[in-house]
C-alpha cells in the first residue's frame, strides 16, 4: 500500500488546481452514505468531545494541519504540487488566524463544498472525498476542534505561478468533474461494508491517493483504487484483485491498519504516517469494516506465490548483492529480523507488478520506524551510492524472482531513471 511533503496531499492538488466552488455534484446517495456514519462504536459515545477527537483521528486531519514542530492543528504543514507550493493552514480556534470565527455551517460548507469564510478554497483539501461527510460527523469534528488550544500561527500564503493564482478556476473544474458518490471497487451490501464504504471514501479519503488521475487531475472513475503514481512512492492497486494478488487477507489488512506491520510487510512512504496519525486509534470493528470494504463481502482468495524462471547466472549475481548489502538485516533466506527488518518471502512490494517502489526503497532507503506497540524497524540505508545501475537491478531481479512471484525484467536503465 499516506511524507516529507505528504505526495498524498500533493496529488489532491491535481484538479485543475485553482479553487473549489459549491457546484452539486451529479449523483447523490446522501440517505446511505447518513445510515453508514451513524454505524459504529464512536456514534454512540456519550462524550460529544470523544467522538470528535476519533472522526478527527479517522479524517487523518493532523496529516495536513500540523507540523512536526509545530503546534497541534496550527498549519504550515508544505505540501508541493505541480503547481506551486500549498500550506496546510491552522484549524485551530484561533480568532486571528484559525477558525475561532466560524460556525458549524462554515466548516460543514468548508468540507462539503470547498468554501470558507470569505474566500474558496483550494483543493489541497480533499473535498472530492470529504464531500460524503454527513452533518452530524461534521459537527463532532467542530466541536472538537473548538475545543483545542488557540494557536497565534499566521496562514502561509500558497506559492502558485500563473494562471493558478486565479481562484476562479475551479468553479469550471467543478461543474465538469465534482461529484457527489465516488465509485466502489469492490461490491456489498452489508453493514458492515458500508460502514468501511464511509470510513475509507469519506473520512479516510483512500480514493485520493489510490485512484488514477486524468489529464485536467480528476478522479478516473472508471479505475477505482487501482493505484497512482504520487511521485517518488507510488500508491499501490488495493482493489480485491490488486490486494489478493498480494496475498492480502481481511485479517491481515486490519493487523496493518492498526500496527503498520504485517506478513506482507511494513507500512513506509505514505502509508508510515497514515498509520501513527489515523488507523491506529481507530476501533477493532471500524478496522474490520475498512477491510471488508476494501475487499468487499465476497473477499477472493490470497493468491499464492507463482515460481518464476529466470536466468540462473543473473538470479546468482543478484543473490552475491544481496548477501553483501542485504542478508546481515533480512537474512540469509530472507527471513527477517524481529525489531530489524521484515522478512521478503511475500512481501507486498516485491510482489508488485512495477518494481518502482522497490527501486525508489532501494536507492533512497527507509528511515527507523516506531510503530504502534513495541514494534521497531532500523533504519534501511539506501545504496544509491554504493552500487550500480546494474547492481541494483540484479538484486531488484532476484528479490522479485525469489520471493515476489515477479519476472526479472528489471533493467539498469529503469534504476538509472529513479535515479
Known amino acids: 500500500m499516506r511524507r516529507p511533503i505528504t505526495l498524498r496531499r500533493t496529488l489532491l492538488l491535481l484538479g485543475t488546481v485553482l479553487t473549489l466552488s459549491a457546484c452539486g455534484g451529479k449523483h447523490d446517495d446522501s440517505a446511505a452514505l447518513a445510515a453508514a456514519a451513524a454505524l459504529g462504536p464512536q456514534a454512540t459515545a456519550a462524550d460529544p468531545?470523544?467522538?470528535?477527537?476519533?472522526?478527527?483521528?479517522?479524517?487523518d486531519c493532523a496529516a495536513c494541519h500540523t507540523a512536526a514542530d509545530g503546534a497541534p492543528f496550527a498549519g504550515g504543514v508544505k505540501l508541493a504540487s505541480p503547481f506551486g507550493t500549498f500550506y496546510g493552514t491552522?484549524?485551530?480556534?484561533?480568532?486571528?488566524?484559525?477558525?475561532?470565527?466560524?460556525?458549524?455551517?462554515?466548516?460543514?460548507?468548508?468540507?462539503?463544498?470547498?468554501?470558507?469564510?470569505?474566500?474558496?478554497?483550494?483543493?489541497?483539501?480533499?473535498?472530492?472525498?470529504?464531500?460524503?461527510?454527513?452533518?452530524?460527523?461534521?459537527?463532532?469534528?467542530?466541536?472538537?476542534?473548538?475545543?483545542?488550544?488557540?494557536?497565534?500561527?499566521?496562514?502561509?500564503?500558497?506559492?502558485?505561478s500563473f494562471p493558478f493564482t486565479l481562484r476562479f478556476g475551479v468553479r469550471f473544474?467543478?461543474?465538469?468533474?465534482?461529484?457527489?458518490?465516488?465509485?466502489?471497487?469492490?461490491?456489498?451490501?452489508?453493514?458492515q461494508w458500508?460502514?468501511?464504504?464511509?470510513?475509507?471514501?469519506?473520512?479516510?479519503?483512500?480514493?485520493?491517493?489510490?485512484?488514477?488521475?486524468?489529464?485536467?487531475?480528476?478522479?478516473?472513475?472508471?479505475?477505482?483504487?487501482?493505484g497512482a503514481a504520487l511521485g517518488r512512492i507510488a500508491?499501490?492497486?488495493?482493489?480485491?484483485?490488486?490486494?489478493?494478488?498480494?496475498?492480502?487477507?481481511?485479517?491481515?489488512?486490519?493487523?496493518?491498519?492498526?500496527?503498520?506491520?504485517?506478513p506482507q510487510g511494513s507500512a513506509f512512504g505514505e502509508m508510515y504516517p497514515v498509520v501513527h496519525l489515523s488507523s491506529q486509534y481507530l476501533t477493532h470493528e471500524d478496522l474490520r469494516a475498512i477491510s471488508t470494504y476494501l475487499l468487499g463481502d465476497q473477499a477472493p482468495a490470497p493468491q499464492p506465490l507463482q515460481p518464476v524462471?529466470?536466468?540462473?547466472?543473473?538470479?546468482?549475481?543478484?543473490?552475491?548483492?544481496?548477501?553483501?548489502v542485504c542478508a546481515g538485516c533480512h537474512g540469509l533466506n530472507g527471513e527477517g529480523k524481529p525489531h530489524v527488518a521484515v522478512p521478503m518471502h511475500g512481501n507486498s512490494t516485491l510482489r508488485q507488478s512495477d518494481a518502482h517502489n522497490l527501486i525508489a526503497a532501494m536507492l533512497d532507503g527507509?528511515?527507523?520506524?516506531?510503530?504502534?506497540?513495541?514494534?521497531?524497524?532500523?533504519?534501511?540505508?539506501?545504496?544509491?551510492?554504493?552500487?550500480?545501475?546494474m547492481e541494483l537491478a540484479q538484486l531488484a531481479n532476484y528479490l522479485r524472482a525469489?520471493?515476489?512471484?515477479?519476472?526479472?525484467?528489471?533493467?539498469?536503465?529503469?534504476?538509472?531513471?529513479?535515479?
Open 49 to 59: 468531545l470523544a467522538r470528535g477527537r476519533y472522526l478527527v483521528k479517522a479524517a
Open 90 to 160: 491552522n484549524i485551530t480556534p484561533d480568532k486571528d488566524h484559525g477558525i475561532g470565527n466560524w460556525s458549524a455551517d462554515d466548516l460543514y460548507k468548508a468540507l462539503h463544498d470547498g468554501v470558507a469564510p470569505g474566500k474558496r478554497l483550494y483543493p489541497a483539501m480533499p473535498y472530492t472525498s470529504y464531500r460524503r461527510l454527513s452533518r452530524a460527523d461534521s459537527d463532532a469534528i467542530y466541536a472538537y476542534l473548538m475545543a483545542q488550544k488557540p494557536a497565534a500561527v499566521a496562514n502561509h500564503e500558497p506559492e502558485l
Open 173 to 191: 473544474w467543478n461543474w465538469m468533474f465534482l461529484e457527489d458518490a465516488l465509485p466502489d471497487a469492490s461490491t456489498g451490501q452489508t453493514a
Open 194 to 226: 458500508n460502514r468501511g464504504r464511509y470510513l475509507a471514501s469519506a473520512l479516510g479519503h483512500c480514493t485520493e491517493c489510490h485512484t488514477p488521475r486524468g489529464t485536467f487531475g480528476q478522479l478516473d472513475g472508471a479505475k477505482p483504487l487501482t
Open 235 to 262: 500508491a499501490p492497486d488495493i482493489t480485491p484483485h490488486g490486494l489478493a494478488a498480494r496475498g492480502w487477507t481481511a485479517a491481515d489488512l486490519q493487523t496493518f491498519f492498526a500496527t503498520g506491520i504485517a
Open 309 to 324: 524462471s529466470a536466468d540462473a547466472a543473473q538470479l546468482e549475481a543478484g543473490r552475491n548483492v544481496y548477501l553483501g
Open 366 to 389: 527507509i528511515g527507523a520506524q516506531d510503530f504502534p506497540g513495541l514494534e521497531r524497524m532500523q533504519e534501511m540505508p539506501g545504496f544509491a551510492t554504493q552500487l550500480s545501475d
Open 402 to 419: 525469489t520471493w515476489g512471484g515477479q519476472p526479472a525484467d528489471v533493467t539498469a536503465d529503469a534504476v538509472k531513471a529513479l535515479r
